[in-house]
């Protein structure tokens, strides 16, 4: 009997009878009225704050002028996550990838943040990128002495180190900047111990942009002394004559390089360099080292301290002139029966490099000088050909043939 009746039992009028549609829907209704109610419950909050902006990409030669730093970010989120949020993970950056120096460029600033959050604003969305070329300049460090040393001192034993530092910063900053100096106090002069001074700018107008150096401060080491005032000059050697025509002076080196000379200091600031006695060059031709007398300075009142000598070292090097020769003849090589063909041009202007003594009487026979055109292997005319030279003698040199080329036709 039950079976009988499962099997009457009709499922596709049971699920669409108005009596069971009503209690899905009402279910579905439910359902969702759940859904909503434990969404608003989850509480969203908003948060505004700053970050650091980032520079990607950014060529290591290149700096920015004048650039962001910071932009302002709101996000939103639950409380849940908004208290757990590591605020490190919400990054600024702007893509600076291929841009090159020397031009301004506005880009869009991009956010990373994590999927659990959603972003509301960046402000601002973009900015202006002013890409200048950085460059590192090596400058020595100068002193630059109190104006109100005692009468009847002076200083002496000065020594900064390093001597130079290197200078960083935008091309046209750098390019403003005369010197770097130190300025020593009497005070510190007189300690006559190590100090360690800070280092300034001399510079013709204000930077641009951000310019550093490689070292603050240098150690500076001086002390006032008693007496003149001394000061080192470098040493100049004096020439006196005409060298062998085929060479000249190619360096004039000194030992000492500089001396030193003491008196007023207005009478020290006219002395520029210590002469040494004139040194006769006549006729020389080969490299000469010599002792040669200083001469005290002509200023009256300054006198030459220590060094009353110095080595003189002159080198020389050959001097070459050139002469251009017209009208030598191309000869044909390489062939048994040259005149079987012709050649244009027939001739080719030279130019050979000799010492002066020598290139002024050049004599294109005496010193074997010939053009001529290599003809082997050729067999069919016309054809185009380089000229080419040689020089018997060991003392001259082909340094140019003008035409270059000629052409070889048959004899007619």
Same mark, same amino acid.
């Given at each position: 009997?039950?079976?009988?009746?499962?099997?009457?039992?009709?499922?596709?009028?049971?699920?669409?009878?108005?009596?069971?549609?009503?209690?899905?829907?009402?279910?579905?209704?439910?359902?969702?009225?759940?859904?909503?109610?434990?969404?608003?419950?989850?509480?969203?909050?908003?948060?505004?704050?700053?970050?650091?902006?980032?520079?990607?990409?950014?060529?290591?030669?290149?700096?920015?002028?004048?650039?962001?730093?910071?932009?302002?970010? /709101?996000?939103?989120?639950?409380?849940?996550?908004?208290?757990?949020?590591?605020?490190?993970?919400?990054?600024?950056?702007?893509?600076?990838?291929?841009?090159?120096?020397?031009?301004?460029?506005?880009?869009?600033?991009?956010?990373?943040?994590?999927?659990?959050?959603?972003?509301?604003?960046?402000?601002?969305?973009?900015?202006?990128?002013?890409?200048?070329?950085?460059?590192?300049?090596?400058?020595?460090?100068?002193?630059?002495?109190?104006?109100?040393?005692?009468?009847?001192?002076?200083?002496?034993?000065?020594?900064?180190?390093?001597?130079?530092?290197?200078?960083?910063?935008?091309?046209?900053?750098?390019?403003?900047?005369?010197?770097?100096?130190?300025?020593?106090?009497?005070?510190?002069?007189?300690?006559?111990?190590?100090?360690?001074?800070?280092?300034?700018?001399?510079?013709?107008?204000?930077?641009?942009?951000?310019?550093?150096?490689?070292? /603050?401060?240098?150690?500076?080491?001086?002390?006032?002394?008693?007496?003149?005032?001394?000061?080192?000059?470098?040493?100049?050697?004096?020439?006196?004559?005409?060298?062998?025509?085929?060479?000249?002076?190619?360096?004039?080196?000194?030992?000492?390089?500089?001396?030193?000379?003491?008196?007023?200091?207005?009478?020290?600031?006219?002395? /520029?360099?210590?002469?040494?006695?004139?040194?006769?060059?006549?006729?020389?031709?080969?490299?000469?080292?010599?002792?040669?007398?200083?001469?005290?300075?002509?200023?009256?009142?300054?006198?030459?301290?220590?060094?009353?000598?110095?080595?003189?070292?002159?080198?020389?090097?050959?001097?070459?002139?050139?002469?251009?020769?017209?009208?030598?003849?191309?000869?044909?090589?390489?062939?048994?029966?040259?005149?079987?063909?012709?050649?244009?041009?027939?001739?080719?202007?030279?130019?050979?490099?000799?010492?002066?003594?020598?290139?002024?009487?050049?004599?294109?026979?005496?010193?074997?000088?010939?053009?001529?055109?290599?003809?082997?292997?050729?067999?069919?005319?016309?054809?185009?050909?380089?000229?080419?030279?040689?020089?018997?003698?060991?003392?001259?040199?082909?340094?140019?043939?003008?035409?270059?080329?000629?052409?070889?036709?048959?004899?007619?």
């Amino acid at each position: 009997m039950k079976k009988h009746a499962l099997k009457n039992f009709d499922l596709d009028k049971f699920l669409t009878s108005p009596l069971v549609l009503w209690a899905i829907s009402i279910t579905i209704a439910v359902g969702m009225w759940l859904y909503v109610t434990g969404i608003e419950e989850r509480e969203y909050i908003n948060r505004k704050f700053s970050v650091q902006l980032e520079y990607r990409g950014l060529d290591s030669q290149a700096i920015l002028r004048g650039k962001l730093s910071e932009v302002d970010i /709101e996000i939103r989120a639950t409380e849940e996550v908004m208290t757990r949020l590591d605020y490190d993970s919400v990054r600024a950056y702007v893509d600076a990838r291929n841009l090159l120096p020397g031009k301004r460029y506005t880009v869009n600033i991009n956010v990373e943040y994590p999927d659990n959050i959603m972003l509301i604003s960046c402000f601002p969305s973009q900015t202006t990128l002013d890409i200048v070329r950085q460059v590192t300049r090596l400058m020595t460090v100068e002193t630059v002495l109190p104006q109100d040393i005692p009468e009847g001192y002076y200083i002496e034993g000065v020594e900064i180190i390093p001597k130079e530092v290197g200078i960083k910063g935008a091309e046209d900053d750098l390019a403003k900047i005369g010197s770097v100096r130190v300025t020593p106090t009497i005070e510190e002069l007189q300690d006559g111990t190590d100090n360690l001074l800070p280092l300034k700018f001399d510079q013709s107008e204000p930077f641009e942009g951000i310019v550093t150096k490689e070292l /603050e401060q240098v150690r500076f080491r001086g002390s006032l002394a008693r007496g003149l005032p001394r000061k080192r000059v470098p040493v100049n050697a004096r020439l006196a004559g005409r060298l062998d025509p085929d060479y000249e002076v190619k360096s004039i080196t000194t030992d000492p390089s500089d001396v030193q000379i003491e008196g007023k200091s207005e009478d020290l600031a006219k002395v /520029e360099t210590v002469d040494t006695e004139v040194i006769e060059i006549s006729m020389m031709n080969t490299d000469s080292v010599m002792i040669a007398p200083l001469r005290q300075p002509e200023v009256e009142g300054v006198t030459l301290t220590g060094a009353s000598s110095a080595r003189v070292s002159i080198q020389l090097s050959e001097v070459r002139a050139e002469k251009m020769i017209s009208h030598i003849p191309v000869e044909l090589r390489g062939t048994a029966r040259p005149h079987e063909w012709s050649c244009a041009p027939s001739s080719v202007t030279v130019t050979v490099e000799g010492r002066p003594s020598m290139i002024e009487n050049f004599d294109a026979e005496k010193a074997g000088l010939k053009a001529f055109a290599d003809m082997t292997n050729i067999f069919m005319t016309p054809v185009t050909l380089p000229v080419r030279t040689e020089v018997a003698s060991g003392d001259f040199r082909v340094v140019r043939t003008e035409p270059q080329n000629i052409t070889v036709s048959s004899a007619q």
